[in-house]
């Protein structure tokens, strides 16, 4: 059974980091291209990162262009999202979704990531 | 950017009516369309891919069609378990957009 299940979320000031983590089990992890998608609260959903199967590309949504990093470890099976220099509008629920072809075919269950002082 | 307009925004429904909901693109998409269903503190959940194909396990009740850049998401005979928001989504192009969703809600 594929799962992804995200972690890391929290409080955070302002100006601060957090690193968000997603386990991958249930299919061949190396194989996949992965990408997050966040939730503002009471909105829609916004894709923010792309993620090959090798790692070696990476895209990423303006709005987090160069505030964020989307990494991941496949002998760990585990995909990273560090978020730096967070903004108020940064809160929101992040999901982590398996992409197979051109479909989000499998998403966690996202992890909320709230920023305020 | 693509931008996604989807229409409505909201729509209100009786079980076992049929629904339309709306997805245009601004610009040339080929089919790299999708469709999603998002409930309250979950998810969500692939339902069409590739403007028309159905995901496995979803209900025949759920199609998809595409016509240039429009794309429209039916539901043939509505269930209680559908009202929920929907979502479509381009993956033709990065950055990768999604509609702004529809809401369904029962009459």
């Known amino acids: 059974e594929v799962q992804l299940v995200e972690s890391g979320g929290g409080l955070v000031q302002p100006g601060g980091s957090l690193r968000l983590s997603c386990a991958a089990s249930g299919f061949m992890f190396s194989s996949y291209e992965m990408n997050w998608v966040r939730q503002a609260p009471g909105k829609g959903l916004e894709w923010i990162s792309y993620i090959s199967a090798s790692g070696s590309t990476v895209y990423y949504a303006d709005s987090v262009k160069g505030r964020f990093t989307f990494s991941r470890d496949n002998a760990k099976n585990s995909l990273y999202l560090h978020l730096s220099s967070l903004r108020a509008e940064d809160t929101a629920v992040y999901y982590c979704?398996?992409?197979?072809?051109?479909?989000?075919?499998?998403w966690g269950q996202g992890t909320l990531v709230t920023v305020s002082s | 950017d693509i931008q996604m307009t989807q229409s409505p925004s909201s729509l209100s429904a009786s079980v076992g009516d049929r629904i339309t909901i709306t997805c245009r693109a601004s610009?040339?998409?080929?089919?790299?369309l999708n469709w999603y269903q998002q409930k309250p503190g979950k998810a969500p959940k692939l339902l069409i891919f590739a403007a028309s194909s159905l995901q496995s396990g979803v209900p025949s009740t759920f199609s998809g069609s595409a016509s240039g850049t429009d794309f429209t998401l039916t539901i043939s005979s509505l269930q209680p378990e559908d009202f929920a928001t929907y979502y479509c989504q381009q993956t033709y192009l990065f950055p990768y957009t999604f509609g702004q969703g529809t809401k369904l809600e029962i009459k």
């Open positions: 979704a398996r992409k197979l072809r051109a479909r989000f075919d499998y």
């Open positions: 610009q040339t998409i080929s089919t790299y």
